[in-house]
């Protein structure tokens, strides 16, 4: 299938459990979604690197998946951007739980949503996500790895710093270079 | 039109979820007032999702499989009601009363009030700050990151002039005395990793009770 065969057929298949709460097509959505989850739940070193606790992230993604079809919204924002938005907010929570923190407030009280998002032509979605895939390969080995630092395993900058024992300016400028690469540059074309 | 934004890098973080809860409050905050930086974070996010989708999938188990639809099996709703968008509502409003002059304030005399949010942050101050118009805050410098979103009003100092939106990150080799617009009080979010250090030759003697 093409990319854009694939994406008509995860639409499909959120838009059943929306309308339908139908378990099939949610069955379908877990066996692409999860291991993609879990990995990236295990990514994170410490805590959540444990099985366990990476199973904890798989399973209440994929219920806020279930529970959140409605407001998914294919004009907003693709949906493994959405689920990875939820992923995302949903290992902070579940980290922070185990750390014990004192505290109801949650990421989704202070996060912007993916279901806040400002509608964005579907086309310049698609555009921007083919911008991302075609440049990843364009991006230095270094620069990726800062880049799967901090999306993957969670860490600030200045942790990655210390980890890599380069100095913090070194992984800001990486990072700025992947950005860069990858077209992530709007606001400079704007200015 | 917003002037000033997140650094892009802050902004990735954000996007990455590698941020406390504290500053992360002041980005959403600027996010709701900016489409340009709101984009960004668009791409940004679908960066994330790109990376999380090349990374060799791991096993997941039959049972965690069995379990999720067992969970989804016991919902007696239909999806649709379960969970409500947060729709015109701001992240804001979680933290804060819609109608900023029935907030209860302390501290500081008339010209600088303050109102401590618990946003569940224990790294981070953050507060509400009510500037009397026209009014200056005493001269100070930071000794970590202050983030300072403007929300009603606007104020300037010896840098620049700061409106609706703007978003200010301030560190410790920055000293300045925002000065608040004569028409309105200027009603700010701030986040702070630790205390501002007052530098003006009466407020040095404040800094001890100063937190904020």
């Given at each position: 299938m093409s990319d854009s065969a694939v994406d008509t057929r995860w639409n499909e298949l959120i838009t059943a459990v929306a309308d339908r709460a139908d378990k099939k097509a949610f069955a379908e959505l877990f066996r692409h979604f999860a291991p993609q989850l879990k990995a990236y739940a295990l990514s994170k070193s410490g805590v959540a690197g444990s099985g366990e606790i990476a199973d904890e992230v798989v399973q209440e993604t994929m219920i806020k998946v279930w529970r959140r079809a409605s407001l998914y919204n294919a004009s907003k924002a693709n949906l493994s951007a959405w689920i990875f938005s939820i992923a995302r907010n949903t290992r902070i929570d579940i980290l922070r739980r185990h750390a014990k923190?004192?505290?109801?407030?949650?990421t989704d009280d202070l996060w912007l949503t993916a279901e806040d998002t400002e509608p964005f032509a579907a086309l310049q979605q698609k555009r921007i996500e083919e911008t991302i895939r075609g440049s990843l390969g364009s991006v230095s080995s270094e620069q990726s790895l800062m880049l799967q630092k901090m999306?993957?395993?969670?860490?600030?900058q200045s942790e990655i710093a210390a980890e890599c024992d380069i100095p913090l300016g070194t992984v800001k400028s990486r990072v700025r270079l992947a950005m860069a690469r990858l077209k992530l540059v709007l606001k400079e074309q704007h200015q | 039109m917003i002037a000033y934004h997140p650094d892009k890098l802050l902004l990735a973080d954000y996007s990455a979820g590698n941020m406390s809860f504290g500053p992360a409050l002041c980005v959403t905050a600027h996010l709701e007032h900016c489409q340009l930086c709101h984009r960004e974070l668009q791409e940004m996010t679908t960066l994330g999702a790109v990376l999380m989708e090349q990374q060799r999938a791991a096993d997941v188990s039959p049972e965690l499989f069995e379990r999720v639809m067992q969970c989804i099996a016991k919902?007696?709703?239909?999806?649709?009601?379960h969970y409500v968008a947060r729709?015109?509502?701001?992240?804001?409003d979680n933290f804060v009363?819609?109608?900023?002059?029935?907030i209860s304030w302390s501290g500081f005399g008339e010209t600088l009030k303050s109102h401590e949010l618990d946003?569940?942050?224990?790294?981070h101050l953050v507060s509400l700050i009510r500037m009397r118009r026209g009014g200056a805050v005493p001269k100070h410098t930071h000794r970590g990151q202050e983030i300072t979103l403007v929300l009603q009003g606007g104020f300037s100092d010896a840098s620049g002039s700061y409106r609706v939106g703007d978003f200010i990150e301030c560190n410790r080799e920055i000293d300045h005395q925002p000065v608040a617009n004569q028409n309105e009080d200027c009603f700010c979010l701030t986040s702070r990793s630790a205390p501002v250090k007052f530098t003006g030759p009466f407020m040095r003697a404040l800094n001890p009770f100063q937190r904020g």
């Open positions: 923190h004192q505290s109801n407030v949650s999306y993957m395993e969670g860490k600030s | 919902e007696d709703v239909t999806a649709s009601q729709g015109k509502r701001t992240a804001l009363p819609k109608d900023l002059q029935s946003v569940g942050d224990s790294e």
